[in-house]
């Protein structure tokens, strides 16, 4: 089986959002997450309206995975040949305290309990984009390419799963940040931990 290779990356920062390098989007100093986040939504021009009842973490995995899930490379790859690996440090802890905050008060709302969970990101891309493949969401004390690169190849050579989503996607307390990669079997370099953490600690 041949290793890996980065065929896509995209970035999300609360300065701006980059696809492959090339920065699409520069966010205002004078917006709060969410506003930056629906600037984001607006600015990539893609209709899904249930984007506007996610939590922050939700609507950021969206928006990091939208540049990636190409038609085109849909079309190469049956809906369940896809996986989907993601992770952060503070799981789902933004909804968690809402949710905690609400209930303490006597008025817990349906609406926020449901991204109580980190593993719903996954879910709202794979609604969205009509994936069927292996998933899994991780808690780590800080980025861990070694490990998603073991799990991805390790789909890659014992399920159905032929390209995979992986990466970083982290909301909490009004900051974000986000660095996919789809990893593909190609004629190119095999995607390496070193690279995957330059692409995430550099700014462009």
Same mark, same amino acid.
């Given at each position: 089986?041949?290793?890996l290779q980065?065929?896509?990356?995209?970035?999300?920062?609360?300065?701006?959002?980059?696809?492959?390098?090339?920065?699409?989007?520069?966010?205002?100093e004078?917006?709060?997450?969410?506003?930056?986040?629906k600037s984001?939504y607006?600015k990539?021009?893609f209709?899904y309206?249930?984007f506007?009842?996610?939590d922050? +973490?939700?609507?950021?995995a !969206? /928006?990091?995975?939208? #540049?990636l899930?190409t038609?085109? *490379?849909?079309s190469k790859?049956?809906d369940?040949e896809?996986?989907i690996?993601?992770s952060n440090?503070?799981?789902?802890?933004?909804?968690d305290?809402?949710?905690y905050?609400?209930?303490?008060?006597?008025t817990?709302?349906?609406a926020?309990?449901?991204y109580?969970?980190?593993?719903?990101?996954?879910g709202?891309?794979?609604?969205?984009?009509?994936?069927l493949g292996?998933?899994n969401?991780y808690i780590?004390?800080s980025?861990?390419?070694?490990?998603? +690169?073991?799990?991805?190849? !390790? /789909?890659?050579?014992t #399920?159905?799963?032929?390209?995979c *989503?992986?990466g970083?996607?982290?909301f909490?307390?009004?900051?974000?940040?986000?660095?996919?990669?789809l990893?593909?079997?190609q004629d190119d370099?095999p995607?390496?931990?070193k690279l995957?953490?330059?692409i995430?600690?550099?700014?462009?």
């Open positions: 089986m041949k290793p980065i065929s896509s990356w995209s970035k999300i920062t609360n300065h701006g959002m980059w696809h492959n390098g090339e920065l699409l989007i520069s966010f205002s004078s917006e709060n997450a969410h506003e930056r986040l984001a607006t990539l021009g209709a309206p249930k506007f009842k996610m922050g +973490l939700c609507k950021l !969206l /928006l990091g995975s939208e #540049t899930l038609p085109e *490379l849909k790859y049956a369940d896809i996986a690996l993601l440090s503070h799981s789902s802890l933004q909804s305290s809402e949710h905050q609400k209930f303490s008060n006597g817990a709302s349906p926020i309990f449901v109580t969970l980190p593993n719903i990101a996954i709202e891309i794979c609604i969205r984009h009509k994936l292996e998933s969401f780590f004390e980025f861990a390419p070694e490990a998603l +690169l073991e799990q991805a190849q !390790l /789909l890659i050579n #399920t159905a799963t032929r390209a *989503l992986t970083w996607v982290e909490y307390k009004d900051t974000f940040e986000a660095v996919f990669f990893l593909e079997n370099e995607a390496s931990t995957m953490h330059t995430k600690d550099t700014t462009n």
